[in-house]
Nanobody, 121 residues
Framework: QVQLVESGGGLVQPGGSLRLSCAAS???????????MKWYRQTPGKERELVAR????????DYGDSVKGRFTISRNNAKKTVYLHMTSLKPEDTAVYYC???????????WGQGTQVTVSS
């Protein structure tokens, strides 16, 4: 059974840093390597927002405008894990962060359960 499990969320002061992890299970390394991995976030009453994504081939990353220059997405295919390193955190980064695996060829689309990030003094 395919499963994505996020970890690393918590409470951090403004200006601080956190690293989120998303570990995949139920995938082979070969399958996992084919998937585009994404991080989204959501706050109550708002639509889920794409924060960052990293492609399967070449590991090319791109970011939402609100996090450019502060967040870095990376992946370790051998560990079937994607990371989101967040720096210079702001209160408006407070949200539940979700990991997503997507494969366009088969329309495969899987989500984790989310991890809460709270930025507050």
């Amino acid at each position: 059974q395919v499963q994505l499990v996020e970890s690393g969320g918590g409470l951090v002061q403004p200006g601080g840093s956190l690293r989120l992890s998303c570990a995949a299970s139920g995938f082979t390394i070969s399958d996992y390597s084919d998937y585009t991995m994404k991080w989204y976030r959501q706050t109550p009453g708002k639509e889920r927002e794409l924060v960052a994504r990293i492609t399967s081939v070449g590991g090319v990353a791109d970011y939402g405008d609100s996090v450019k220059g502060r967040f870095t997405i990376s992946r370790n295919n051998a560990k079937k894990t994607v990371y989101l390193h967040m720096t210079s955190l702001k209160p408006e980064d407070t949200a539940v962060y979700y990991c997503n695996a997507f494969y366009a060829m088969t329309s495969f689309n899987a989500w984790g359960q989310g991890t809460q990030v709270t930025v507050s003094s």
